[in-house]
């Protein structure tokens, strides 16, 4: 997991193939972006666009993906997400090859608050969490987008 903002983007660029195209996308989205998903590389890179409102932390499971890695932003709103390494969580549906997602449960560990600006770069041992209020019973509007960036 990294957490850090688009600011410092070009340090993370050479972690993984594909990622300076990641972040250079995301870059150009604005709040007016519409729903849906954007297209970059085909498979190998694509960004979704939704439109949420955060819900309580305890509604929500953990997920991980292995074919690709996540890089989450917001565009508007604030969210918190919660991340936990997957050898720490009980996996409760196992491995889906088509949709990429594994779903967990397990302590709701801490979280970090995600602003505008803010990116959490989530690997496949990153079991997260996304979408939850940042303040206990006030649910905010959200405008997020996630590169998704394959890495097999």
Not at 23 to 30: E, G, R
Not at 31 to 40: A, C, F, K, S, Y
Not at 51 to 73: F, G, M
């Amino acid at each position: 997991m990294i957490y850090d903002t688009l600011d410092h983007a070009d340090s993370y660029a050479g972690l993984y193939p594909r990622l300076r195209d990641a972040f250079a996308c995301l870059n150009q989205l604005t709040p007016e972006t519409p729903n849906g998903r954007v297209e970059v590389d085909g498979e190998n890179l694509f960004v979704n666009v939704e439109r949420y409102r955060t819900v309580a932390p305890d509604t929500k499971r953990y997920e991980a993906h292995r074919r690709y890695l996540d890089i989450q932003i917001l565009l508007a709103g604030s969210e918190s997400i919660y991340v936990q390494s997957i050898d720490c969580l009980v996996e409760t549906e196992r491995y889906d090859s088509e949709t990429d997602v594994a779903w967990y449960t397990g302590k709701t560990t801490p979280h970090i608050s995600l602003q505008p600006g803010d990116f959490f770069l989530l690997l496949p041992q990153d079991g997260h969490k996304p979408g939850c209020w940042v303040e206990a019973g006030h649910p905010r509007d959200v405008i997020k987008a996630v590169a998704k960036v394959r890495i097999d």
